[in-house]
């Protein structure tokens, strides 16, 4: 009875309950305010670029965050967790990395990158030591909606992706 009793206690707890993977969020517009979250949680990630272009003809600007592993190299599968969230008195967009310490773009590079922005009036970035996130301000012009979703790395390293859409 023992041997029986000690058989059913070695076999996997996890056996009897299937593991669950949810599907990442897809795409949402924010107008006014509202937050939105993706990605996956891990060990660590790396800001590797930030890449902006824009078309002005249609009012659309995009801005492209590319994230890598913790030594900086390419990722493949989900970017890390990452936050989203439109305020609206004044309007900012307000997007948080977490476990996220390293960036490989600084704030004067970000700066320069952003300068020519229809969308955006201004730009902040900070690394938080404490929680190992990177959290990136940009203050932008009225009216703007925001749309956010996350691309799997597959050839290349994955992406988070901002549309900045004026109108």
């Given at each position: 009875m023992g041997c029986l009793l000690s058989l059913l206690l070695a076999l996997p707890a996890s056996a009897a309950i299937?593991?669950?993977?949810?599907n990442p969020t897809g795409p949402k517009i924010l107008s006014g305010k509202g937050e939105l979250y993706g990605g996956l949680s891990g060990t660590a990630f790396t800001l590797l670029d930030v890449r902006r272009t824009a078309d002005k003809g249609k009012k659309v600007e995009r801005l492209v965050f590319d994230v890598g592993d913790a030594n900086g190299g390419k990722m493949?599968?989900?970017?890390?967790?990452?936050h989203a969230e439109l305020k609206d008195k004044p309007q900012r967009l307000v997007l948080s990395f977490s476990?996220?310490?390293?960036s490989l773009v600084n704030t004067i590079a970000l700066?320069?990158?952003m300068k020519d922005s229809y969308a955006i009036?201004?730009?902040?970035?900070?690394?938080?030591?404490?929680?190992?996130?990177?959290?990136?301000?940009?203050?932008l012009?009225?009216?703007t909606k925001v749309r956010v979703y996350q691309?799997?790395?597959k050839k290349s390293t994955s992406k988070v992706v901002v549309d900045l859409l004026a109108e």
């Open positions: 299937p593991a669950k993977k949810s493949k599968g989900w970017p890390g967790y990452f476990q996220m310490p390293v700066n320069h990158r009036k201004a730009t902040a970035m900070s690394l938080d030591p404490v929680d190992s996130s990177l959290n990136l301000t940009m203050d012009k009225q009216n691309v799997a790395g």
